[in-house]
């Protein structure tokens, strides 16, 4: 399961549908011990096939030991990883995958004049690091010198890396999905006043702007591939003539708008997993 630091405002939603998935999993034949995560990090660990929700540092090291010694691992503790801030960011911009123009800083740099000239004016910061646990990982500026302002900030609570994100005008779309699997469930955050933090409120109200909705699956299949996240969620903006812009992309959401279409399609997922590898 997700420490409870790790779901912020969310940890509810987060045990519920791992909590389903595991259901699904034992309505199909499968037996499923479920560890906390700090159990999980000090405990003996016989299963082969490793499903889970983890965050912590420690956690995603021993995912990452298990996956190298041959256990089945999902999400792959290689692409929890991958979906920290800075690495996601170089990940998908690298990949063509539609993603806004970013800077990815040091905190202690001046940067005024590098988002002057890269066109800049309104712009979102996030630490770089490691995931957002706390609002004030995740920082809406209205302009440059307030951009600086914050990325002081960040330095003096010891976040070293940042990326710097173009803020985007138009429809703020969140899905949730789940790789190889029909699945695929989106909708306006805002509209339905499902928030995290409350940022939902910088793009405000949905215009219900046409986008192509097989295109966006199509993108988060391509980057869920990439960054090796079998089940996901994330943020996307829609703009003025249909354009999508991935905006965030993480591995497994809370899934709370859908957790029962969800969970039994995760644990086809993972069936369908197993069943590949001992094909191999």
Not at 96 to 106: A, E, F, Q, R
Not at 194 to 203: L, P, R, T
Request: glycine share 8%; net charge negative.
């Amino acid at each position: 399961m997700r420490a409870g630091a790790y779901s912020p405002n969310h940890i509810g939603n987060d045990a519920a549908i791992f909590n389903a998935a595991a259901e699904q999993l034992r309505k199909r034949g499968c037996e499923v011990n479920i560890y906390s995560e700090e159990k999980f990090q000090t405990a003996d660990i016989e299963e082969t096939v490793i499903l889970n929700m983890c965050r912590e540092q420690a956690s995603i090291a021993r995912l990452q030991a298990l996956e190298d010694s041959g256990s089945l691992v999902i999400n792959s503790g290689y692409g929890i990883e991958n979906c920290t801030r800075e690495r996601m960011t170089r990940i998908l911009i690298g990949n063509k995958i539609p993603y806004p123009d970013s800077l990815i800083v040091n905190t202690n740099e001046s940067v005024i004049a590098d988002l002057k000239e890269a066109g800049f004016s309104s712009c979102w910061i996030k630490r770089g690091d490691f995931h957002a646990m706390h609002k004030e990982d995740v920082s809406y500026c209205r302009h440059p010198e307030e951009a600086q302002e914050v990325l002081h900030e960040y330095f003096y609570r010891g976040i070293k890396r940042a990326v710097i994100n173009r803020h985007l005008v138009g429809d703020l779309v969140k899905f949730y999905g789940v790789s190889g699997q029909p699945f695929f469930y989106w909708f306006y955050p805002f509209d339905e006043g499902h928030s995290k933090y409350g940022y939902e409120a910088v793009n405000g109200k949905s215009k219900g702007l046409e986008f192509d909705v097989e295109k966006l699956k199509g993108m988060c299949q391509a980057a869920s591939d990439i960054l090796d996240v079998k089940v996901y969620g994330g943020d996307c903006i829609v703009d003025a003539d249909g354009t999508i812009r991935i905006i965030d992309f993480n591995d497994w959401p809370s899934f709370a708008p859908c957790r029962q279409e969800a969970a039994p399609y995760i644990a086809k997922c993972v069936l369908s997993a197993i069943k590949a590898r001992r094909k191999r």
